[in-house]
């Protein structure tokens, strides 16, 4: 475990001599194999390319190893970095040495957290809202079924929960409160063991096998496997593409081939999740907080970008540009 302070407790720093002309960013990533954190580094090494500074990128998947990268960005003279920490209780010392060292701190994604959980306000943080990204997967099922003249006293709402998962319960409920405020009541949950698609299929096909009577469905999950396990479930009960309306949520590749094949499916839509903004929008503003002393917004929550049939080609090709 990370523990006490730059200065002389658990994190000793290295020597500096002469602070070199050049700005340099340190991005730490807790997993630096998953997709998403190499994702968010690709933006980074633009917004480095685009601003003039050096990036020192730097994978942390404990406590040990991220007190090793910072003492590696404090010894290679980073004048601030980037962080998402493998654990935020890590939260205090990880302070601790940004304040000894005199170099900037900003967490991603998993915001630092101290004594009892309670958010670090030192430390600028840019992090995901589930609730709004949820909201955005319950808004555009409701407009689309309003386009199609459902009514929503007939129109079920089938949830595929995983509520032991906060970020997922949280994004469901974005997306029932969404659908609540269009008038749409008749909402079913259909609890899942696994986020996968043979786990959502496996939650729901039961829950609308027992209620037949409802010929329209719309489909929501925590993410999009879970919507195409749901819409798989429905199409195997005979249901026609026209009668679902399945919105998922990460812009994974599950919902890429769903929205991709020749004939549209019951999965209408997906909310992608932006890398860039963690990537590239947090790098240029730890350089603007360097160079300009502009300290970025104490939290800042980011939402994401509906991609439907008519639309992802273009939003794909938008967000993969660096």
């Known amino acids: 475990m990370l523990g006490g302070t730059a200065a002389g407790g658990g994190l000793a720093v290295a020597g500096c001599a002469q602070r070199p002309q050049d700005v340099r960013i340190g991005f730490i990533v807790k997993m630096p194999q998953e997709q998403w954190f190499q994702d968010e580094w690709r933006?980074?090494?633009?917004?480095?390319?685009?601003?003039?500074?050096?990036?020192?990128?730097?994978?942390?998947?404990?406590?040990?190893?991220?007190?090793?990268?910072?003492?590696?960005?404090?010894?290679?003279?980073?004048?601030?970095?980037?962080?998402?920490?493998?654990?935020?209780?890590?939260?205090p010392a990880i302070?601790?040495?940004?304040?000894?060292t005199g170099m900037k701190a900003l967490s991603v994604d998993d915001r630092l957290s101290g004594p009892g959980g309670t958010p670090i306000a030192d430390i600028p943080h840019v992090g995901i809202s589930a609730?709004?990204?949820?909201?955005?997967?319950?808004?555009?099922?409701?407009r689309e079924a309003r386009r199609r003249g459902w009514a929503p006293v007939a129109t079920g709402i089938l949830r595929i929960a995983y509520d032991s998962l906060d970020t997922g319960r949280e994004r469901t409920s974005g997306a029932i409160a969404a659908l609540r405020r269009e008038g749409y009541t008749q909402i079913f949950d259909a609890p899942q063991r696994t986020t996968d698609t043979e786990g959502a299929f496996t939650a729901a096909a039961p829950v609308l096998t027992a209620r037949a009577r409802i010929d329209r469905w719309i489909i929501i999950g925590l993410n999009d496997e879970t919507v195409v396990g749901g819409v798989r479930a429905a199409e195997g009960l005979s249901l026609p593409q026209t009668s679902l309306i399945g919105v998922g949520i990460g812009g994974s590749e599950a919902a890429i081939a769903e929205l991709a094949k020749p004939r549209p499916t019951g999965f209408f839509a997906t909310v992608l999740l932006s890398p860039r903004r963690h990537g590239y929008d947090t790098s240029a503003a730890m350089y603007r907080w360097i160079v300009a002393g502009r300290r970025p917004a104490e939290t800042t929550l980011t939402s994401g970008t509906l991609m439907t049939r008519d639309n992802f080609r273009t939003v794909l090709a938008r967000e993969t540009m660096a």
């Open 131 to 142: 609730l709004a990204i949820g909201d955005l997967a319950g808004t555009a099922a409701a």
């Open 95 to 100: 302070a601790n040495f940004a304040r000894d």
């Open 43 to 91: 933006f980074a090494r633009a917004a480095a390319r685009d601003y003039d500074f050096s990036l020192i990128e730097i994978g942390a998947e404990d406590g040990d190893r991220v007190l090793s990268a910072l003492n590696t960005l404090y010894a290679r003279y980073a004048s601030g970095f980037v962080i998402c920490a493998p654990d935020p209780r890590l939260g």
